[in-house]
């Protein structure tokens, strides 16, 4: 499983993916290969695909730090925390000064579980955004 | 100092420089390193016990190869002394002697090699989760890593294609737009396909002459001659 097959599948599904959305996929090359995913209608929140020796990581990046409000920082972080269990598959994890939600699969995985995987992710980024807004500016 | 903290001293000591490798790249070959020399010795390891446990087989063999033997001359100097031949019956006592003598050393040997054997399965165990462990700790560092560079290639993948990133609310604005747009031509579409239904529903009706009848040319006469007769 590397992000060429994973490319590969996506882009073939097309309109025929059991989650009904629609992916674009664009590999990055640089010292780690990524594959930048773009979901039809949420081509603002892409999911970045990486994979390693041992699992494949799939990323959105949420906001920046400077996006949320001074006050509200803590509060945040709390809030996060709390929901990093009930959110479905996905974690909350900060990358620099960029939050984000992540999942990692196993390089095991099938085509089907990574699909699975991106819809539910994206499904969660979108929603958090929503629910986190009001500490965001 | 635990992985986790080392980690994380390295991501807080290096989040100002995006892009720079917070992990010494030496220092994850040299982990690599150790953890082939450990796997080696592990089949090393391996290869000893295999070696151990046969000699511990065969002097199993051997011991009770010798049992039986005493047991047999035991039988053997029973029936000289029966037959009241003293001399032969110490001949075969002598043998026994020796038998017996044989077979301590043959059970100090097989006990010598069972105790081996136990330590080196024990090693062999120990060994084999160690090194999980250390593969467990070479992946945290490694992923670490490549996320790290990853980020690094998306952030010069959005700074190079010239495209500004938008703030999280104003991207859910936008997504949001779109889901209302769809969800809107999704329901114009069905309307737009109720009405033709009714549409259709009316047609039909009209053709079963039920229901409002358009006016033609004859119902107009017959109307009219019906005023004229009143």
């Not at chain 2, 049992?67 to 002598?94: C, F, P, R, W």
Request: glycine share 4%; charged share 25%.
């Amino acid at each position: 499983m590397n992000i060429h097959t994973i490319a590969d599948h996506l882009n073939t599904l097309a309109d025929n993916s059991t989650t009904g959305l629609c992916f674009d996929c664009q590999p990055i090359s640089g010292e780690v290969d990524i594959l930048q995913i773009s979901i039809v209608g949420r081509e603002e929140l892409p999911v970045f695909i990486s994979v390693t020796d041992d699992q494949i990581l799939c990323i959105t990046y949420l906001w920046g730090i400077e996006e949320v409000k001074k006050d509200s920082l803590i509060q945040m972080h709390e809030s996060m925390l709390e929901m990093n269990i009930p959110m479905p598959l996905s974690s909350f994890s900060k990358i620099g000064d960029k939050y984000v939600v992540f999942g990692a699969l196993s390089i095991n995985s099938t085509f089907e579980d990574i699909e699975h995987e991106l819809a539910v992710l994206s499904n969660n980024a979108i929603e958090v955004i929503d629910d986190m807004g009001d500490y965001l500016v | 100092m635990s992985i986790f903290k080392k980690i994380m001293t390295a991501i807080r000591g290096g989040a100002s420089e995006v892009g720079e490798s917070i992990i010494d790249s030496n220092a994850t070959r040299i982990f690599e390193q150790e953890i082939r020399d450990a796997e080696n010795h592990l089949t090393k390891a391996k290869r000893d016990l295999t070696g151990v446990m046969a000699e511990q087989m065969s002097a199993n063999r051997e011991v009770d190869r010798l049992s039986k033997e005493v047991t047999e001359h035991e039988g053997y100097a029973v029936q000289a002394l029966e037959k009241g031949d003293e001399t032969l019956a110490l001949a075969v006592a002598e043998k026994i002697s020796t038998l017996e003598s044989d077979l301590a050393t043959q059970q100090q040997a097989r006990d010598s090699f069972t105790g081996n054997a136990e330590r080196l399965k024990e090693l062999v165990r120990k060994s084999e989760r160690q090194i999980v462990e250390h593969k467990r700790q070479l992946s945290m560092v490694k992923t670490t890593e490549s996320v790290q560079k990853a980020t690094s290639a998306i952030t010069d993948n959005f700074s190079s294609s010239n495209s500004k990133l938008l703030s999280a609310k104003d991207s859910l604005e936008r997504i949001k737009a779109k889901q209302q747009k769809f969800d809107d031509k999704m329901k114009a579409a069905e309307m737009l396909e109720s009405e033709n239904s009714d549409n259709s529903l009316a047609a039909q009706l009209k053709s079963a002459g039920i229901g409002a009848q358009s006016s033609n040319a004859s119902s107009v006469l017959d109307r009219i001659k019906a005023k004229q007769k009143s």
